[in-house]
Nanobody, 111 residues
Framework: DLVEAGGGLVQSGGSLTLSCAAS????????VGWYRQIRGQPRELVAF???????TYVDSVKGRFTISRDNAKKTVDLQMNLLKSEDTARYYC???????WGQGTEVTVSP
């Protein structure tokens, strides 16, 4: 299972850190991504980190968001800086190759 935490309401320009906590012994072998979904729209990949620590980002968050992982703690964090109103969405962490997903956490950025 994956459980997200850290969402909330923040003003434009502010910061939030989302955390994804995993259970299970195979976490260190998972590639994990942070995704977001606006109601009525498809879920989009925001940032991705391989089990080896390689990262990729969607263009709209490059330079503002940072994904990181701690395999000992079984967590994957998403540090979000310089937030914009268009970042408002429900954020999910997921390990797509294992088809394991969290329930999501809401992020609302006020103008």
């Amino acid at each position: 299972d994956l459980v997200e935490a850290g969402g909330g309401l923040v003003q434009s320009g502010g910061s939030l850190t989302l955390s994804c906590a995993a259970s299970g012994s195979s976490f260190s072998g998972y590639n994990v991504g942070w995704y977001r979904q606006i109601r009525g729209q498809p879920r989009e990949l925001v940032a991705f980190i391989t089990f080896e620590g390689e990262t990729t980002y969607v263009d709209s968050v490059k330079g503002r968001f940072t994904i990181s992982r701690d395999n000992a703690k079984k967590t994957v964090d998403l540090q979000m800086n310089l937030l914009k109103s268009e970042d408002t969405a429900r954020y999910y962490c997921g390990a797509p190759t294992a088809d394991v997903w969290g329930q999501g956490t809401e992020v609302t950025v006020s103008p």
